[in-house]
């Protein structure tokens, strides 16, 4: 399995980051994709992708995380891109859900990301929380592009005008919650070579584990999940997934 999206980095895993790595390829998890959420995080973040094989780094900057970043934090991604270790650009998007953030802050840096993965031919991880309408737009506007939105949770109408796009759904922890039957509706139904697994670890664990921190092992959970909702095995919905990661950020080295 592959990992889509995880925050590996973060300080939540400090003291145990090795054990938790551990559990992941002990369940299966063959790589991850660890996408940076702030200028400050990037150096760590390389760091960490440098020592594991296993681990893939993305630079970006998140929209929740807004009031950290400055403009030349863009003039810096583009360096940071050019140096050929980042396998995707992101986490980037809007955030529409918290209250008193500025959107055209936020659309601001989210374009010029956008602008950047298409100069540098590199797949975006989006983020889109109550934004996706206009997520959508700007992707067109854009164009050239390709990459996942992550943690979906809009609509089949917009899930059928992401796949028009080219692009994928990153699915996780949410789909395990039974009162998820718009997003389990959309999964079970979607076309395959459009789904990535993810956990979203820290955040986002699945139904059996609410409230506690998330871990990249428990990919195997959303995995057994999803297959249930396909009626097909756990092996080949894995196997599926992988190579849809694989196309998109590049192969294991």
């Known amino acids: 399995m592959f990992d889509s999206h995880c ?5 939540e895993f400090d003291a145990d980051r ?4 551990a559990r992941a390829r002990q369940a299966g998890v063959k790589a991850q ?3 940076a959420i702030e200028a400050a995080t990037w150096p760590k973040l390389r760091a960490l992708c440098a020592s594991e ?3 893939r780094p993305a630079y970006g900057l998140h929209p929740v995380f807004l009031a950290r970043h400055r403009p030349e934090h863009l003039d810096q991604l583009e360096a940071w891109l050019a140096d050929g270790d980042a396998v995707a650009v992101g986490e980037c998007g809007l955030d529409y859900f918290v209250p008193d953030f500025d959107a055209e802050a936020q659309r601001f840096y989210f374009r010029r990301q956008l602008e950047l993965a298409r100069d540098h031919d590199l797949p975006v991880v989006v983020h889109a929380r109550r934004a996706l309408d206009e997520v959508i737009a700007l992707l067109r506007r854009v164009g050239g592009l390709r990459g996942v939105v992550h943690s979906f949770s809009g609509s089949e109408e917009q899930a059928r005008q992401l796949f028009k796009l080219g692009f994928c759904l990153g699915i996780g922890g949410p789909v395990t919650y039974e009162r998820a039957q718009r997003l389990r509706r959309i999964v079970t139904a979607m076309p395959l070579e459009h789904l990535l697994l993810e ?3 820290p955040d986002q664990p699945d139904a059996t584990h609410r409230g506690e921190r998330n871990e990249p092992a428990r990919l195997a959970i959303v995995r057994d999940c999803i297959a249930a909702l396909r009626r097909i095995e756990p092996a080949m919905l894995a196997a599926i997934t992988q190579a849809n990661a694989e196309r998109l950020f590049g192969r294991v080295r």
């Not at 925050?7 to 300080?11: C, F, G, N, Y």
């Not at 090795?18 to 790595?21: C, D, E, F, I």
Request: proline share 6%; aromatic share 0%.
């Open 7 to 11: 925050h590996l980095d973060v300080a």
């Open 33 to 35: 994709l660890l996408p």
């Open 199 to 201: 956990t979203d670890a």
């Open 53 to 55: 094989a296993d681990l």
């Open 18 to 21: 090795s054990a938790v790595l």
